[in-house]
């Protein structure tokens, strides 16, 4: 358990300084189902991580998070992740003289990937599937907007942890 907690400690302390690391998208088909994800490849204890967070007023992760990658090479990759948490804010807006409340949450997993997965995505993301709930998060893209960025960041955290 403290071993499990301290990995855990290890992970944010990593995201948190490797905030630039980071790699996203804003994902509003409709007004109510909008979110921000990011993707932040991390390194601990000489084991690779994609700790992804999904900001939105609903969506979260179930109990076995997992993601479903299509590259533009026709691969694909299932990850099978670790809940982190979901934090909720909560606010309101004042419109004329009406308060209307507003909350969002912020869900947290994190993915295992080996160095083979990871140069997977130098060849570029075509579709991305998180299990999120109530609705499962997908996205397609006519050109890369996270795969070639997520290597890239990937290759400097890994630098960086070389040569510490």
């Keep these: 358990m403290l071993k499990r907690f301290s990995l855990l400690i290890l992970i944010i302390v990593n995201v948190v300084q490797l905030g630039a690391q980071s790699v996203g998208y804003t994902y509003r088909p409709f007004a109510d189902e909008g979110c921000t ?3 932040t490849p991390t390194i601990v204890n000489d084991t690779a991580y994609i700790v992804v967070n999904v900001k939105s007023d609903r969506l979260m992760f179930n109990d076995n998070p997992s993601m479903l990658v299509r590259f533009f090479d026709d691969k694909t990759l299932q990850l099978q992740g670790k809940k982190f948490g979901v934090t909720l804010s909560e606010g309101g807006v004042i419109v004329g003289y009406v308060f209307i409340p507003t909350k969002s949450y912020c869900a947290t997993s994190w993915f295992m990937v080996t160095e083979e997965q990871m140069d997977l ?14 609705i499962m998060h997908e996205r397609t893209f006519k050109k890369d907007k996270i795969g070639i960025p997520l290597f890239q960041k990937y290759h400097e955290v890994k630098e960086k942890v070389e040569n510490f």
């Design 121 to 134: 995505f130098s060849q570029g993301v075509a579709k991305i599937r998180l299990n999120t709930q109530p």
């Design 37 to 39: 994800v990011i993707y």
